[in-house]
């Protein structure tokens, strides 16, 4: 029996499959706005008759045009197939990575009851690898305290425990391994029937949209049309690639710095957060036009984000979160770290992954921050993460990447399609579940905290006023 440990798969915790359907819908959409160009573009070339010396000049460039955009067409349609089929196998993988972990927590509770972890390594071990080393004849005192470990007991439950949880995990990693290899391969297929536009000489392509009023009046009548947008999407933004170490702000941090550039000033809460609805309905009064706009930028309801801030304000001073953050690096990263204690298993309000510390008025973890804005957060460098810190921290940029993360948030849903004015209430409360359970929303903490956000709408509209 193939079995695999879950460090092979726990990337799948992260995989969104609506979000990849979602950019399968994007292509789709780009496919079909290229075959409604095509139609009058052969009208054009086949029914525009005159004479003139340069008459073949014209009808050459016209089928060139045509060629072009049915190769597009045909691009874009790869693309779209091949991810819509890796978002079906994506969804398999994920439920094997389900029934890995179910059976992994089952196996947990049963070494629990034979020893407690109090090593580093024991402490950020999976449950399979800890079974693994009880049952073996050497490295228990790596893992368990007690000298002496009996565990023929429970050997025959754990063992099947263990095979069902790495089996699942080795399902997870072929589904996805798989399918992800074809739609690679499929993607790669795609570009390549994709024009590569140069400019003589290199450099940066002129602008033709900016420079040209007609291009710009054409436009902004083709906005009208369904096909320039997918449903419910934010207004369109210049598209960046991914940002390397060697950029310390990256494209999307700048365009927010731009926006808020010209609000009010904040209203901030590092030193005083708001202690009941009186503040918080000051607070959020004081900070509309902040939120508001971060709402427009993002495509949401500005009650969504005014409603997730009412939340959030009044949850902890900043300073915690600055002594957090220093006794959590401090656990893992300095020198003199705290070993043998991780920095999730310090205690009370102080314990968890580095990069999960949340920052600013409406608290978002660091990791989240880094991604929205559009760095990698398994490779921020040292300044990169101060970059990020720091915009979290300013109350106006906070507004702005918590839109961003709720955006995201919607973007995964089965409601991504759905405008900002006719998101529902109850839509609204699983948006605000998700943003603060994560994977774990439908937990009593993340259904417990999508009530309270509905119940405090009707304020927090009243505010917004």
Known sequence: MSLSHRKDVEFLEECNPALVERNAAEFRRLRDLLVQVEEPAQRAET???WQSDGSHTYTDRLSEARQLV?????????????????????????SHYGNGKRAERKLAALIATKGTAITRTAQEAEPMCQWEDMRATTGVMDFFAELTMDVDDIREEANRLHDDAGGSFHLAKTAEAEARSVCVHALKQAYELLPEFKTRGGGTPPDLYAAMADMRREGEEARAN??????GSAPKRDMTGPVGPDTLISPELRDIRMHVAGLPEADDNYWDPPEN???????????????RAAAKRSGLPEELVAGIAWKEIAGGYGWFDNGADFLRRGADETPWGLSPITAKNLPWRFGGEI??????????????????????????T??????????????KQNAFIAA??????????????IPADQLTDAQMQEIAARYNGGPYWQSKKGQDYGDEFVENLGKVKEAMR
């Open 47 to 49: 029914r525009t008759q």
């Open 70 to 94: 049915l190769h597009m067409a045909e691009g874009y349609d790869r693309a779209a197939s091949a991810l819509h089929a890796y978002d079906a196998a994506l969804t398999t993988a994920k």
């Open 226 to 231: 369904p096909l320039t947008h997918l449903p």
């Open 277 to 291: 609805d009186e503040e918080k309905t000051e607070w959020i009064s004081h900070n509309k036009e902040i939120l």
């Open 355 to 380: 990069d999960e510390t949340s920052f600013g008025p409406i608290a978002i973890q660091l990791r989240r921050g880094a991604e929205v804005l559009g760095y990698d957060p398994e490779h921020l």
């Open 382 to 395: 040292e300044q990169q993460r101060k970059v990020v810190q720091g915009a979290l921290q300013d109350p």
């Open 404 to 417: 961003g993360f709720l955006a995201q948030i919607k973007a995964g849903t089965g409601y991504a399609g």
